[in-house]
């Protein structure tokens, strides 16, 4: 069995090589070839597109691969969703696909626009909206740089980001919403019906949900006397409820727990105080609920 996977080439390839990396997966790239290496024997790598990869997933080139629910919404893509996974470019969120004009302009909301000009590469995505929002207007496709296009060559744009930063650089406001996309595992229809193809797709589903639960947590484990004990839980925040063990000396247990690294330096500190010894901090590459 060989599992034809799609990794998304450009601005998501590096976030989904090293998510990968967390779940235990060693991709090797190269700018010289759209196959890169992988090394799991029931895996063959291919880097498309994000834009394209729902089709080709679609049409059984792939057996799956990772993009946007956006390019899927685009693209209309018959395919089977099977993990969300929440990353992006810069960061481990949602983006919005946003509908921006000109901070000098009077457009205020999308019924201004009526009988005006939108660029985006959303273009199927765009038009539904319009017709949701009963407006007509004429959406042009951009081949990039969208951002600099109005007052001159558009009216607004249609665009996605993370952070608005891009935008208010090139002086444009956001006045809408048009959706909400993340990442998301998908698999062809014929694919997921293949036992084999979908034991290993719900194998990776497993080892990339567990890494992506690991992001931003740290193991922590330390010995306590039992007398302290209760000082220490009471300073310990845990994804759920801490480990407890006897060591070899009854008086004293060890406890192993799960934080929120951003929480460590304050929280080490206290444990300290109430008694722990023997404190160490440890990453962690997945968390498997």
């Known amino acids: ?5 799609g990794i998304p080439k450009g601005s998501l390839e590096n976030a989904t090589v090293e998510l990968f990396r967390r779940a235990g997966f060693a991709i090797t790239t190269s700018s010289r070839s759209y196959f890169p290496g992988i090394d799991d024997p029931e895996i063959e790598c291919m880097l498309i597109r994000a ?16 993009t946007g629910r956006d390019w899927i919404e685009e693209n209309e893509a018959g395919v089977i969703a099977v993990a969300d996974l929440i990353y992006a470019k810069q960061s481990f969120g949602k983006v ?11 457009f205020h909301s999308v019924k201004d626009l009526e009988g005006k000009i939108i660029a985006t590469e959303l273009v199927a995505t765009t038009k539904r909206y319009l017709a949701r929002n009963g407006v007509t207007a004429k959406v042009e496709f951009s081949w990039g740089a969208t951002e600099v296009k ?8 249609v665009e996605v980001t993370e952070t608005g930063s891009s935008l208010r650089a090139n002086k444009l406001k956001i006045i809408d919403t048009v959706m909400e996309s993340n990442t998301q595992l998908i698999a062809n229809k014929e694919s997921w019906a293949d036992a084999a193809k979908r034991r290993k797709l719900e194998d990776i589903r497993m080892l990339l949900e567990g890494a992506m639960n690991a992001l931003g947590k740290v193991g922590l484990m330390l010995n306590v006397h039992k007398n302290d004990l209760a000082a220490v839980l009471g300073v310990l925040p845990a994804l759920k409820r801490p480990t407890i063990s006897h060591l070899s000396d009854e008086e004293w247990l060890a406890v192993n727990t ?5 929480t460590v330096r304050d929280i080490i500190p206290r444990l300290k105080q109430a008694g722990a010894q ?12």
């Open 1 to 5: 069995m060989k599992l034809k996977l």
């Open 51 to 66: 834009q394209e990869m729902a089709r080709y997933v679609e049409d059984g080139i792939l057996d799956a691969g990772l």
């Open 96 to 106: 919005r696909w946003v509908l921006a004009v000109p901070e000098a302009s009077q």
């Open 150 to 157: 109005p007052p001159v060559l558009a009216d607004a744009i």
């Open 258 to 262: 799960i934080l929120d690294e951003s």
């Open 278 to 289: 023997g404190i160490v901090e440890y990453p962690l590459n997945k968390i498997v609920l």
